[in-house]
């Protein structure tokens, strides 16, 4: 299975952006790089996904490197809410199987 | 749009009893549906898929006796844990595709299953 490597947490301001960092250097050029976040207690909830371009949407954006190798899930202004644990998965297969990471923990302080 | 739920959201069984687990998606069709199983502060763990009308899929090291999946509609799976014992105790949660829809998934809130 193609992995996925980012940082076990980071910390970030209330009302500040959160960059979070992704790798996958063993990506394919047929698998789609999808995010999810996990909040405490709670099933995982979809942000994002992503191919070769950036991609926006009302949660947040993804920044995708040219050679496909690294990406960066972009928070634009942290709430408290946003605290969670996001992952970064390679979607490899066709039936939509996602294989979960450690993924980062995001801390947002008022 | 796009909800899934769960049902129970919470679970406690005696050891040697089994417990059953429905996934519904409330407002669409899914053609396929996700289970995963999560210990504390872990990460979660896919254990099976399940496609409508057809046996699921297991994951490797999922005992396919143990855990009995079935989907009997487009919007529904269960999940049987059988004969559950204590080590069995764990966050499940299911997700679902839309049918003819795009990549994402769409989760529900987990049953925590407790097994004394």
């Known amino acids: 299975d193609a992995k996925t490597t980012q940082p076990n947490s980071m910390e970030s301001n209330e009302e500040e952006p959160v960059h979070l960092p992704c790798n996958h250097s063993t990506i394919s050029g047929t698998d789609y790089i999808h995010w999810y976040r996990q909040l405490p207690s709670q099933g995982p909830e979809y942000v994002i996904h992503g191919l070769t371009s950036n991609v926006n949407n009302r949660m947040a954006s993804l920044a995708i490197a040219e050679d496909r190798k690294s990406s960066t899930l972009i928070l634009h202004r942290a709430t408290l809410r946003d605290a969670a644990v996001y992952y970064c998965i390679l979607l490899t297969d066709s039936w939509g199987k996602l294989q979960f990471g450690a993924g980062t923990q995001v801390v947002v302080t008022p | 749009g796009a909800v899934v739920s769960q049902h129970p959201s919470r679970v406690i069984c005696k050891s040697g009893t089994s417990v059953k687990i429905e996934c519904r998606s409330l407002d669409f069709q899914a053609t396929t549906m996700f289970w995963y199983r999560q210990f504390p502060k872990q990460s979660l763990m896919l254990m099976a898929t399940s496609n409508e009308g057809s046996k699921a899929t297991y994951e490797q090291g999922v005992e396919k006796d143990k855990f009995l999946i079935n989907h009997a509609s487009l919007t529904l799976s269960t999940l049987t844990v059988t004969s559950a014992h204590p080590e069995d105790s764990s966050f499940y949660i299911c997700?679902?595709?839309?049918?003819?829809?795009?990549?994402?998934?769409?989760f529900g809130p987990g049953t925590r299953l407790t097994v004394t």
């Open positions: 997700s679902a595709r839309v049918r003819m829809g795009g990549h994402e998934q769409y």
